[in-house]
């Protein structure tokens, strides 16, 4: 894991050289610790540790980046971790479920009711050696790893900041660091979310509520986690014109508004727009050999 390999990809030629838009490889910390699941567990991590407990105890899906990262990252940490997985034991793991058993997480399987029903499962498990860290990252901790997203490079030049978003932690962190000239737009990759915005408001103070940003809907390929041969194709061409891995998940729908809303006039064509990449390609896992060409 390695925070300085992160840069600022200039992707102009996205938008047929019409507009500055560049991307931050926050991917590039690790092939299999993606982007921003990182940054969000940075200080739920932290304060496990000041607070003494040993293990980290949290939620997931089968191809669930929260689950994949938390492993690792409590490995490089010395933690010990327990993973609650939605779903049945299958019979065989997915590579994500594999990579978080080789790093040492105990993995327990709850069929889709119970695993709706997260505070069943923390007062069935009681035990004060263990820091239970919500679904996804998603809470105050979380948002503020999220912050220092921006401060890894200068991302002053910027006024358009644009993300993907699931639970919303990271676009709340994203707010909270944006200077008064920035607008920070979020891609909902849900259909029709319309609960996310109180989400998100509900990891801001009443000031930074009032700050300048704006989530759009309708770019969800069918809902989370579904796709397209159409977005595939997409994948794919952006790979072999940018040299950009996306995954299917979050940051191929991100990138995919964000060329589609420029062609339909949304930015002014002065304006700095930087796309967040937050990785997740572990995810791309998921797909039969030769779909992807990376
Ligand atoms: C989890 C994830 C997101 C969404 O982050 P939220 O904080 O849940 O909104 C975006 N991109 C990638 C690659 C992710 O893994």
Redesign the pocket.
Same mark, same amino acid.
């Given at each position: 894991m390695n925070i300085n390999n992160i840069y600022i990809q200039d992707i102009k030629e996205l938008c047929g050289n019409t507009l500055s838009i560049s991307i931050l490889r926050a991917?590039l910390i690790d092939p299999v610790v993606?982007?921003?699941?990182w940054f969000?567990l940075q200080f739920y991590v932290r304060d496990a540790i000041e607070a003494g407990k040993t293990t980290l105890a949290t939620f997931g899906g089968p191809y669930s980046?929260?689950i994949v990262?938390t492993a690792k990252y409590g490995a490089t940490m010395g933690l010990q971790t327990v993973g609650f997985i939605r779903g049945e034991k299958p019979t065989y793991l997915s590579p994500t479920l594999t990579d978080a058993t080789e790093n040492g997480m105990t993995l327990h399987f709850v069929s889709r009711e119970d695993f709706d029903q997260t505070e069943k499962i923390i007062s069935h498990n009681q035990d004060p050696s263990w820091a239970w860290i919500p679904e996804? !990252?998603?809470g105050i901790q =979380?948002?503020e790893g999220?912050r220092t997203l921006l401060t890894i490079k200068d991302t002053h030049a910027f006024d358009t900041i644009i993300?993907?978003?699931?639970? !919303?932690?990271?676009?709340? =962190?994203l707010i909270k660091a944006a200077a008064p000239h920035q607008k920070i737009i979020?891609i909902s990759?849900l259909k029709n979310n319309l609960s996310i915005d109180a989400e998100i408001k509900a990891l801001l103070t009443s000031k930074e509520s009032k700050k300048n940003f704006e989530i759009i809907h309708g770019y969800d390929f069918g809902g989370y986690a579904k796709h397209t041969p159409a977005l595939i194709k997409y994948m794919n061409d952006t790979y072999k014109n940018l040299e950009l891995p996306l995954?299917f998940?979050?940051?191929a729908k991100?990138m995919y508004a964000a060329e589609d809303l420029a062609s339909k006039g949304k930015f002014e064509p002065a304006s700095k727009i930087l796309l967040?990449?937050?990785?997740?390609?572990q995810?791309n896992r998921s797909f039969k050999k030769g779909t992807l060409l990376f």
């Open positions: 991917d993606s982007g921003n699941k969000k980046n929260h990262a996804g !990252g998603y =979380g948002a999220a993300c993907a978003v699931g639970t !919303g932690t990271m676009m709340a =962190g979020g990759v995954d998940v979050y940051t991100l967040i990449h937050s990785g997740g390609l995810g």
